[in-house]
């Protein structure tokens, strides 16, 4: 017997019938005689549902309000989900986060978990219970209830089965595990058995959407072994072969030693380049320029200062497609002037695509192979990031899909073999 949490995400949650789906497959868990913890999410389209009616009120709605409402979406689904396990005769019970309690700060619409009393929870197993916990939702220490971002049910689940040291945290969502890159961009596109918790960390932070990055370094931090695996397979498939679908997380890096250079492709649209050109190139220009934007809340991600020439240098920087207007507003009427730059240029037709691997950390060439295959293409880098296990660069976006393609080709992960062998 272990204690295994599962989440279920929006699309698995989607109808009464899908419900009752997770409640057959929960059922089957708990009559082979281990402890569930089941984190659902919002039933598919409500927290968009929710969210817009609140613009319908207001371009910019309280932020406490906003979790108010969007807390409310996973406590519908989690209590079906209870009804649908007790019609089954199983007994189960949901809880809001605020009555296990998971505790978070103050950040709302984004908050991050401090901590979760499993007291209740255990009781509950201990008696014969399925527990059902709200995803997404946590309370601050004021008693507000908060929510953790979009996709955050990735992360109550983790962080309930690090808190509780689950022996498995099960992810059932509408695709059958990581692939090598999206299989809607690249039709080749395989599941990874198993990927590393470095891997997944740079995939998830590069866009591919699977889990939410918090997750992830939750999973880290606290090792959690994590799978994410199909929820539309047939509920009754045996546990066995569930045990083993999907793909695994793991932190045994030496499972890797054959593997494959380059695992995966990630990519992200939602990029957006600035430039600062001819700023005077003085010590803490890069703080003058990028302090303001972080006391904007502004995430910034790849930056590039360029050699000066004649006492001034071009300064760029990209940040999500979200914060570009602010950005820029930022940049024409503060910045800018500030640091007496000449001219600030911007795009927000840019994208940014990654090949993602632990191999790079001991091989060379990577990187060139991924040039050498753009070149080929005719696309144009306009900026390159590296780290031991990534490199991203940004391109024009109309050329997004023939890059992921090309790279996937190009690095073997069209074909089982070739992966193996990629350079
Ligand atoms: N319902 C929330 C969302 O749509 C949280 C989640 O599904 O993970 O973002
Ligand atoms: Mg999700």
Redesign the pocket.
């Known amino acids: 017997m272990s204690l295994i949490v599962q989440k279920y995400?929006?699309t698995s949650m989607g109808s009464v019938e899908r419900i009752q789906n997770v409640a057959r497959r929960v059922a089957k868990w708990h009559a082979a005689g281990h402890q569930v913890v089941v984190v659902p999410?919002?039933m598919?389209g409500?927290?968009?549902r929710l969210l817009g009616l609140a613009k319908e009120i207001s371009p910019q709605p309280d932020s406490r309000e906003l979790d108010m409402l969007?807390s409310t979406?996973?406590q519908a689904s989690s209590s079906l989900l209870a009804m649908a396990l007790m019609s089954q005769g199983v007994p189960a019970r949901s809880y809001a986060g605020w009555q296990v309690p998971v505790r978070t700060d103050s950040s709302f619409t984004k908050a991050r978990i401090k901590s979760i009393d499993d007291a209740r929870i255990r009781g509950d197993l201990d008696s014969g219970r399925v527990v059902i916990v709200t995803?997404?939702q946590g309370i601050d220490d004021d008693g507000n209830i908060t929510?953790?971002?979009?996709?955050?049910?990735?992360?109550?689940a983790v962080a309930v089965a690090a808190a509780m040291g689950a022996a498995e945290c099960l992810i059932f969502t509408d695709v059958d595990g990581v692939y090598t890159t999206d299989p809607r961009v690249v039709p080749e596109a395989r599941r990874m058995a198993v990927i590393s918790f470095e891997e997944m960390m740079e995939m998830a932070s590069l866009g591919s959407k699977v889990l939410?990055i918090r997750s992830v370094e939750f999973a880290g931090k606290y090792r959690v072994p994590v799978r994410v695996l199909s929820s539309l397979t047939d509920p009754l498939i045996p546990l066995e072969e569930e045990m083993t679908s999907g793909t695994l997380i793991t932190f045994e890096e030496d499972q890797k030693m054959e593997a494959a250079v380059v695992s995966g492709i990630a990519f992200s649209r939602d990029e957006a380049k600035v430039t600062l050109l001819a700023v005077p190139d003085t010590p803490g220009v890069a703080y003058s320029i990028l302090g303001p934007v972080a006391a904007a809340n502004i995430d910034v991600d790849m930056i590039l200062q360029n050699q000066s020439v004649q006492g001034t240098t071009d300064f760029s920087f990209t940040v999500n497609r979200n914060d570009f207007a602010r950005t820029l507003d930022l940049l024409n009427n503060q910045i800018g002037p500030a640091v007496g730059a000449g001219q600030i240029v911007s795009d927000d037709k840019v994208c940014k695509v990654s090949i993602v691997g632990i191999g790079m950390r001991s091989h060379v060439g990577v990187a060139s192979l991924m040039f050498r295959t753009l070149s080929e293409e005719g696309i144009n880098i306009q900026m390159i990031s590296t780290s031991e296990i990534k490199t991203s660069v940004i391109i024009n976006d109309k050329y997004m899909e023939l890059a992921v393609r090309a790279l996937h080709k190009a690095f073997g992960l069209d074909t089982e073999s070739g992966q193996a062998a990629n350079p």
């Open positions: 995400g929006g999410s919002a598919s409500e927290t968009n969007a979406g996973e995803g997404f929510t953790l971002g979009r996709g955050g049910s990735d992360t109550s939410q």
